[in-house]
């Protein structure tokens, strides 16, 4: 809103030098960190007690899970939803509301995180663990997806380095390589905003266990879309230009301070969970953020911890209906880990070092190419 009254009034706004700071992304990428930030935490305290009345017994807490969980009980999910709203007075406020990627990664974060609120109410409704089936919530994340990929390429500007980029794919370290698979593309951009929403899905078991690596995701990617929308930045790394992907630095940044508001509360021992509402959401949000980007394969590094939570599931799965045996003591990996006598904190923080050193890996295919 503010940066589009900017533009109304730039003739005044250049005889005021605070106003004129307007125009700057890096300036609006501070103050949306700060703005979801204040709002995340002014939330906080009461909307926490509001939840805690509404749901009574709080989030249902698995009976197959480690012991130490049980001290968890009553806990009350849905803290996504001060993420959200923190991300969503963020981006009103200091974002470009005329950039079609704020808008097809907004519609997808709306989305994913009305989809995760139903499935959390159901489990608090039913206190089971078990909310929405699979195949709804995959059926519906699947529609979402499909939408945003075909929005994405049809709203995409044409690069003026890279010629066919909305329908192409690019590889990380391969300047040259770039896989035009035309309208295909819509599918691989589906695949790549559901899989992650569920990766970080699956990885939301601890306390502060996703919103950190999640952050560092945000951070890393932030730093990607605002070089691959600047023409001359993109240009001297070697990577795919995007007109108006630097926008999208100002949603990443309404992420981390909406997920520094909300790791106030959910710091162990957490005060609230931050539920499928949340988890659902931000996956979903950068998902659709690398593909807006280009990065899409880049993201696999970048939040490579996701991945690997993913797949534990996944292998775990397959292993077991193969063999009837199991390969992790439990799945997702990190309840692995706590099954082996790790303190949560021990699990939580190595997990944040891992998600770190990977957050870097991804940065450095900037350069090495």
Same mark, same amino acid.
């Given at each position: ?52 009345? %509404?749901?009574?017994?709080?989030? +249902? ?64 409704? %039913? ?46 370290? !391969? ?6 698979? /035309? ?59 995007? +007109? ?28 609230? !969970?931050?539920?499928?509402? /949340?988890?659902?959401?931000?996956? /979903? ?39 009837? %045996? ?16 790790? +303190? ?26």
């Amino acid at each position: 809103m503010f940066y589009l009254l900017y533009l109304y009034y730039a003739d005044v706004a250049k005889d005021y030098p605070l106003l004129n700071l307007v125009q700057y992304q890096t300036v609006r990428v501070a103050l949306a960190m700060a703005t979801a930030m204040i709002v995340a935490v002014a939330m906080g305290s009461r909307f926490i007690a509001w939840m805690r009345v %509404k749901q009574g017994k709080g989030q +249902p807490i698995r009976s197959d899970g480690p012991v130490t969980h049980l001290s968890k009980v009553g806990t009350p999910t849905m803290g996504g939803l001060m993420i959200l709203a923190g991300i969503a007075v963020a981006v009103f406020l200091w974002g470009d509301l005329t950039n079609p990627y704020i808008w097809i990664v907004s519609m997808v974060t709306a989305a994913f995180g009305v989809l995760g609120f139903v499935d959390d109410y159901a489990k608090v409704s %039913k206190q089971s663990s078990a909310g929405l089936t699979s195949k709804q919530k995959l059926l519906a994340q699947t529609v979402v997806a499909l939408v945003a990929g075909v929005l994405t390429v049809l709203w995409m500007k044409a690069s003026p380095t890279s010629p066919n980029l909305e329908t192409s794919i690019a590889f990380p370290f !391969f300047k040259a390589v770039l896989l035009n698979v /035309g309208w295909f593309y819509v599918a691989f951009a589906a695949f790549t905003i559901v899989g992650f929403s569920n990766a970080v899905n699956l990885t939301d078991g601890l306390d502060g266990l996703a919103i950190v690596p999640v952050m560092m995701a945000a951070a890393a990617f932030g730093i990607i879309s605002y070089l691959a929308g600047n023409f001359i930045f993109s240009d001297y790394l070697g990577i795919h230009h995007v +007109p108006g992907a630097g926008e999208l630095a100002i949603f990443l940044a309404a992420i981390i301070g909406g997920g520094v508001g909300f790791l106030w509360y959910n710091a162990p021992p957490a005060k609230i !969970f931050m539920g499928d509402t /949340g988890s659902l959401a931000l996956g /979903g949000a950068l998902g659709a953020i690398a593909v807006a980007t280009k990065h899409e394969l880049v993201l696999g590094i970048v939040g490579g911890l996701f991945v690997v939570e993913a797949a534990s599931v996944m292998i775990q799965v397959a292993y077991f209906k193969a063999t009837g %045996k199991r390969i992790f003591l439990m799945a997702p990996i990190h309840h692995h880990f706590e099954k082996m006598g790790w +303190p949560e904190s021990t699990v939580v923080i190595r997990f944040w070092i891992v998600a770190a050193m990977l957050a870097l890996a991804g940065l450095a295919t900037l350069k090495l190419r």
